[in-house]
């Protein structure tokens, strides 16, 4: 695709429903990124994948959160028995495309799912 | 961790004038530094970025500017449009380290015609 993909962009969930948020990145980009954006705030990483190596997970907020990349494509990010606090927008990025001999530094960012839990 | 402090946290200016957003980073390991524009509802867009062997980076109206030995950034924008209004993030990362970026809390910029 042209950019990167996610879906669904808005998603009601009632307090303790579990949810799953896709993400379909730029074709070819090796490097993807979860961050979770609160309204006003500037966007907060969650987790980070090389292919389908999750290298990075210091930022989930707590164990009800996971992601998944297992092709090394589409990611997933789940959070389970949602809570309030965890109404955000979740932002995913993608970068550094494969077979290119410099190392691509600009993250394209998807256009988000709102996540509204009530 | 790295901790990237943005200011102002709201800019208005008249159209025409020039916006001047400023940024500060803790970790000096840091070595890339982006800024994205963010108009409501849509996705962050990267609109410049400086690595930090240069010093400052132009692309027509807009200029970035980096102090190493200060740890902080800017974000020049000259010539102010109407279209130009929209949240501003700074953010820093290490390019090695897999270029997870750490980001300002944002600057609302109002441009009034």
């Known amino acids: 695709g042209a950019g990167v993909s996610q879906s669904p962009r808005y998603k009601v969930a009632k307090r303790g429903q579990d949810v799953a948020l896709r993400c379909d990145p730029i074709s070819g980009h090796v490097s993807l990124f979860w961050y979770q954006q609160a309204l006003g705030q500037g966007p907060e990483f969650l987790t980070y994948?090389?292919?389908?190596?999750?290298?990075?997970k210091s930022g989930l907020p707590s164990d009800r959160f996971f992601a998944e990349r297992p092709e090394g494509s589409v990611s997933t990010l789940k959070i389970q028995r949602t809570q309030q606090e965890d109404s955000a927008v979740y932002l995913c990025?993608?970068?550094?495309?494969?077979?290119?001999?410099?190392?691509?530094?600009?993250?394209?960012f998807g256009q988000g799912t709102r996540l509204t839990v009530v | 961790g790295e901790n990237v402090e943005q200011h102002p946290s709201t800019l208005s200016v008249q159209e025409g004038d020039s916006a001047v957003i400023k940024c500060t980073y803790s970790d000096s390991a840091s070595n890339y530094f982006p800024w994205y524009k963010q108009e409501l509802g849509k996705r962050p867009q990267l609109i410049i970025d400086i690595r930090s062997n240069v010093g400052e980076k132009k692309d027509q109206r807009i200029a970035v500017t980096l102090n190493k030995t200060a740890k902080h950034f800017s974000l020049h924008i000259t010539e102010t449009q109407p279209e130009d209004s929209a949240v501003y993030f700074c953010a820093a990362s290490i390019i090695a380290a897999g270029n997870k970026l750490t980001f300002g809390g944002g600057t609302r910029v109002l441009v009034k015609p």
């Open positions: 994948f090389q292919n389908e190596a999750q290298l990075d």
């Open positions: 990025a993608s970068s550094l495309p494969r077979d290119t001999g410099v190392q691509g530094t600009e993250a394209f």
